[in-house]
């Protein structure tokens, strides 16, 4: 393997506290351009408070948060996204009486005058092989259907690194399949962060895993490794997991 | 192809305002004239508010703060300069900028919607308190007094502008509503630029806008200064309409009407609180004329029913029962045709 | 030393003043997310009830903290029938429709009262401080402010019906489950919002000019003291009017009431600035 390259993503020492509670205690995470990273962890694992200290939603405690050598920690939303980060919340946020098409051309304008913006929204709606659901309103598409279209959006900013709160929630079937080629896809020209529950998806876009427990990081490694992680399944896994494996 | 049928109704509106500015005042007597004059005020005043609520989803229940500022401001600042165009441009700066500091607390601050609201309500009311309380000679500015529930006569009539001659009925009639025009020429064309299609997003979808990078609490305060400025203009021509103003230009009687008339017309467009406005104006002087019924009652039991039984507006409902009566009779050829 | 008794008094009458007007309000707002434009003019009503019942020959005392906030809490509940009900969970509409109220009201009182001012005459008398005079009703007002501040604080600590309110207003699908009728709950806390306010609006009479349009004195006040104290209705009405009456009251002191109004404002808006969810804190806060 070569050198690691500068990472694009750092965090020091970031810890996130609620009154007594830690919920994110001294974590120092980092990956590099080109990677694509899942973070999992049982619920209350800290990697949701980790991921929102990454977006600007929450205001670390302590610590810094590197973004390209720059500081982001504590930032508004808006600067954070600004600066070439793009988000995809849990809950699907959409302009619901926009279509697909609108949506996405919306959040391709930022960067780019309306002529480059239609074309940035032609190719998303490429990439994410949705171009027959262009014309609907978002209001009326299927979840797995919202869900791309979100995730058109968010890549229609041109972000350097895109954060994904729960991707295939509520997806099932071949539009899981889909979403984890897109994602597949996408890994390589751009840096992702998945935060996702669903083993099965982690699987499929075979990624680099960080375990979360307890507001640390339990254990960094691939997802076939972490998989066969004898206290990762105990922590994590349970049962369930063992019986299938 | 939407945009061009979009445009294509602005034109119209545009050019139907057009003509009534040619021909109104020379085919109606004078009377008439003044009182569409002052439907035409309360027009913009109207706009200032169906601006904000419509295209930025900011609710402000203290729309008469700046109308009554925009009147004591013109006031003040013409009474004492002797004449109309630098005090009416000066007028819209304040009022701006005024609502530009209001804003920033309330925007900065991330109140929620209803906070600000209420926010809005409270500063209109403690304006009106305080003008209330400048009766004495003491409260003068330069040779204003301000006259505290007396309000301020004899203020200056609309100059053409950059003269110092003194606008007819006729003129100031047409020159307000070349305003209405400018103004609502002008929303129509921020509402489709860029800077407009953001704010819509921020109504429709705060989160998103911002996670698109935008940073709404910009977008908001600028949205609510230019409400601001177009609310202290109206107040403006309000008070040389009728040389005189008083502390009820910012009472909550003036802000609740300014929200009955987009209420009525509905949120979200321009030309339906402009109907808003000539509707009820009109109803109430009609009613005001039986002498027994209150003008608040009247406005009140609207408002009530308004909420009730439509929250969306007259004009979108009654366009929503008209497209469905439409279908019912088209139903029967679509159905042939496939 | 009489001077400092004298201003001690003065400053716990605006708390008290604050206390009275907002009490009301913050229980409509806080349990029910709902905030009441009318709520001036249900103070009015409840001025109204005591000129008028006075006047009938009913002693004052009666009129003040029986007749007053009974007649304005059935009109509550009333009101509560006919416009509230339906406008749950819409908070906006809920403020335009009880604005329409609120003009309605005054516009009607006015078509049957007149735009006069009406009064009663300040009870009690007074008594002196050293060089200074002091009316008696005003320790009757701090008196009944602090009773009404631990009145609301027992009655949704300690009481059943407190408990399922409580319950009803966090989680009402589950009350439901549990056998409660929110419905009932819904009119009984507007309705007690309500009866509070008119007790208010009869204990202000003796000391306030009593016009179809006096709510408007009071509302500015009530919401910043609300809004300012966030939605723990006790400790939010406590805190925001302690802080808020005393502020204002030395700036009246110093340069007149006006300005103390003004100050009142500008403090709540710096104040909202540094904490959005009021005093007390966020929205979901536990604390009474």
Known sequence: MSPAPEPILATSSLTMRFGGVVAVDNVDFSMSQGELRCLIGPNGAGKSTFFKCLTGQLRPSSGSILFDGDEIGGRQTHEIVARGIGIKTQVPNLFEGLSAYENINLAASRRNPADAAARVADDMLELMQIAEIAASTVGTLAHGQRQLVELAMVLAGQPRLVLLDEPAAGMAGEERARLASVVRSLAGDNTLIVVEHDMDFIKDIASTVTVFHRGRIFIEGHVEEIMAHSEVQEIYLGKETNAAA | MAALGYWRGVALVAAIFLAILLFVPAWFDLFEVLQMTQYIVLAIYALSLAYIWGFGGIVSFGQAGFFGLGGYAFAVISINMGETTVPFLLTIALCFSFAAVLGYFMFYGRLSDVYLGVVTLVVTLIMWKLINHTAGPEYAIGKARLGGFNGIPSIPIMRVPFTDREMDPGEMFQYFMGLLIFVYLGLHVLIRSKFGRIAISIRENEVRTSLLGYDIRRYKLMVFSIGGALGGASGAMWATYQTFIDPNSFSLEMSAKCLIWVMAGGVGTLIGPIVGVVALQYLSLKLGETAFINNLVILGIILVLLVLLMPRGIVPTLHDWLRKGLALVRQPSREGAQ | ?288
């Not at chain 3, 716990?12 to 604050?18: F, P, T």
């Not at chain 3, 403020?95 to 009663?120: K, P, Q, Y």
């Not at chain 3, 009866?195 to 709510?215: D, F, H, Y």
């Open chain 3, 1 to 288: 030393m009489d001077f400092a008794l004298i201003v001690l008094i003065e400053l716990l009458r605006a708390v008290a003043g604050l206390v009275l007007i907002a009490a009301g309000l913050a229980i409509i707002f806080g349990m029910m997310r709902v905030i009441n434009i009318a709520h001036g003019e249900f103070l009015m009503l409840g001025g109204y009830t005591v000129v008028l019942t006075t006047k009938l020959g009913v002693n004052l005392w009666v009129a003040i903290l029986v007749l007053a906030p009974l007649f304005v809490g059935v009109f509550g509940v009333i009101v509560e029938r006919c416009i509230i009900q339906f406008l749950y969970n819409r908070l906006l509409d809920s403020i335009l429709a009880t604005w329409g109220l609120s003009l309605l009201i005054i516009g009607a009182v006015t078509v049957v009262f007149g735009n006069t001012v009406e009064g009663v005459a300040t009870p009690l008398g007074g008594f002196a401080i050293g060089d200074y005079k002091m009316a008696s009703y005003t320790l009757v007002l701090i008196f009944a402010a602090a009773l009404i501040l631990a009145a609301i604080f027992a009655g949704l600590k300690y009481t059943r019906f407190g408990l399922i309110a409580r319950s009803t207003m966090q989680n009402p699908g589950m009350a439901e489950a549990l056998g409660v009728n929110s419905k009932l709950v819904y009119m009984a806390t507007f309705g007690i919002g309500a009866a509070l306010t008119g007790l208010a609006g009869g204990l202000l009479a003796p000391i306030a000019g009593v016009v179809p349009s006096m709510g408007v004195y009071f509302i500015g006040q009530a919401f910043i003291t609300v809004v300012t104290g966030g939605s723990a209705i006790v400790a939010g009405t406590l805190s925001a009017s302690t802080m808020l009456g005393t502020l204002s009251q030395s700036v009246t002191f110093m340069s007149g009431p006006v300005f103390g109004d003004a100050a009142l404002l500008l403090v709540a808006l710096i104040l909202l600035r540094l904490l959005p969810q009021g005093i007390t804190g966020r929205i979901f806060s536990r604390s009474l």
